[in-house]
């Protein structure tokens, strides 16, 4: 299940099952979505894009679904496996006059129980 | 080579010390990142550099200054530093027809 609390959310999910995490943004002005992985003592790693023209895109195990009217992203990771087990950012990207503004949001931290 | 190198990996410094972290990449990207990432919150963009020039700066103290000398190098000069400036500083760069940014592992700083 997931908690959000005082602490970085947290979802726990069985190994082999599909994830689904969760993400709420702020600017509907928004280009792009992004999803990021970032592991212990690693920096963020792309995972996949989304235009904001686009309600679904897929890549390889992952599926990125934009709801622009509720303002809201998700990615699906299916048949979770160990090295999934990481925190993941959804972040914004709006083009302004002085270039491409990138804003992360909160984070949720994916534990994947064996 | 799809590697973003910083270093060093941990600094410690005073207060009164000035430092500087390096960043490094030679995928021929011409934008460059510095980000700030305190434990268990996002990254937060502090610097952009597009063509070696400064195009984007979130409002960051004048005690963080940052510097591109050529397209392959990014440096973030540190002065007078406070100890809520301890964190993880990201360094991020991406090509010019993607939206993918290449992240380095981040140098450790805690300030005394």
């Known amino acids: 299940g997931e908690s959000v609390g005082l602490h970085l959310p947290t979802l726990s999910v069985q190994e082999g099952d599909n994830s689904i995490i969760n993400c709420a943004y702020s600017n509907s002005a928004s280009d792009y979505f992004i999803w990021y992985k970032q592991e212990s003592g690693k920096g963020p790693q792309f995972i996949i894009d989304i235009r904001s023209n686009m309600d679904k895109r897929q890549g390889q195990r992952v599926t990125v679904l934009l709801n622009k009217t509720v303002k809201h992203l998700s990615l699906q990771i299916a048949a979770t496996q160990p090295g999934d087990s990481a925190v993941y950012f959804c972040?914004?990207?709006?083009?302004?006059?002085?270039?491409?503004?990138?804003?992360f949001g909160p984070g949720t931290r994916l534990s994947v129980l064996p | 080579d799809t590697e973003v190198t910083q270093t060093p990996k941990h600094l410690v410094m005073g207060m009164t010390n000035k430092k500087s972290l390096k960043c490094e990449q030679h995928?021929?990207?011409?934008?460059m990142y510095w980000y700030k990432q305190k434990a268990k919150k996002p990254p937060e963009l502090m610097f952009v550099y597009s063509y070696e020039k400064l195009s984007i700066n979130e409002s960051v103290p004048s005690r963080f200054s940052p510097e591109c000398p050529n397209s392959s190098l990014l440096n973030l000069h540190l002065h007078a530093l406070q100890p809520e400036d301890s964190a993880l500083y990201l360094c991020?760069?991406?090509?010019?027809?993607?939206?993918?940014?290449?992240f380095g592992p981040g140098t450790r700083l805690t300030v005394l």
């Open positions: 995928m021929g990207h011409r934008a």
């Open positions: 972040a914004e990207i709006l083009r302004t006059f002085y270039g491409q503004n990138f804003v």
């Open positions: 991020a760069s991406r090509g010019p027809s993607s939206n993918e940014q290449f």
